[in-house]
């Protein structure tokens, strides 16, 4: 089914973004990124010379998903990791300087921050490097999350788990906080990763990409047919509420255990990056939930948020005015 919702229907819905609380748990990152221009291949090797123009660092991981939800009005707490180093130092000032509490965030001393560092030339990513270390949060960095997210969890509307699989959402942590947030009521909105989904049981919706989907029910996903079978076999495996596969150029598909299955086309008018757009998904979906949006809308809304991103160079967190705008 291809539901008709109209963008004034969905406007409301925007409008009582403002000041809804979610709560983000996953993986924090600093995105670093390189502008320049090439105009010759080095002598060297068969590379781009890359003259360098100017330098960004930016929120990245769960804390893009975290400033997105700033940026459309609502409040933001975020549980995550950092380094010792300069790149952990830089988050934490930047996270206080947005009026972020930071009591979530944990130092590990033997982990780096994870930081992407990406060259772009003319619009094009060149190339990208990461500084990270894979691997579990410790026992008690652990502890102190599930102390701390049981703390917040009568305070907040919606949580988000951002999970870029670089550590900090574990089967530990989850079997811990999700029925505590269930228990309550709270939704839970999942950015998934391949090979954690089967903890992701009981979760209100989980987000993953075609190829996450396909990978994930077991199903090729090459036609109608192979998408409704991976969807239905999705819920059924996590017994969530609903799966919304982002599906590219060929827009969404919400799948409800009702056996509603909304299909809704992409707003992207033209697209130059992707980074970043399943962050602006989940920020956007966490506070349509909150705000009281059935899930169709909720992805409607998602939908047009990330059909903005997309048209724009690294990582963006959307403005609630541009989203305003592409609802006008």
Known sequence: MTEAVSKKELRPYLDRFDGHRVLVVGDLMLDHY??????????????????????????????NVLHNILTLGGRGILC??????????????????????????????????????????HQQQVVRFDHEKKGEISNKTEKKFIQFINDQLDRIDCMVISDYAKGVITEGLLESILPLALRRGIPVIVDPKVHHFSLYKKVTVVTPNHLEASQASGVDIEDEATLHQAGKA??????????????????????????ETTHIPTEARQVFDVTGAGDTVVSTLALAVSAGAPLPAAARLANHAAGVVVGMVGTTAIEKAMLKKALS
Do not use: H, Y
């Not at 080095?42 to 330098?55: D, F, K, L, Q, T």
């Not at 999705?234 to 056996?259: N, P, W």
């Open 34 to 63: 390189i502008w320049g221009n090439v105009q010759r291949i080095s002598p060297e090797a068969p590379v781009p010379v890359v003259n360098v123009v100017r330098e960004s660092v930016l929120l990245g991981g769960a804390g």
């Open 80 to 121: 995550g990791v950092i380094g010792a180093d300069e790149a952990g130092r830089w988050l934490s000032e930047e996270l206080k300087s947005k009026g972020v509490e930071i009591g979530g965030i944990v130092v590990e001393e033997e982990r780096p921050t994870t930081k992407k560092t990406r060259i772009v030339a």
């Open 234 to 259: 999705l819920l059924k495996k996590l017994g969530c509420r609903a799966v919304l596969i982002t599906r590219g150029e060929q827009g969404m598909s919400l799948f409800d255990k009702s056996g």
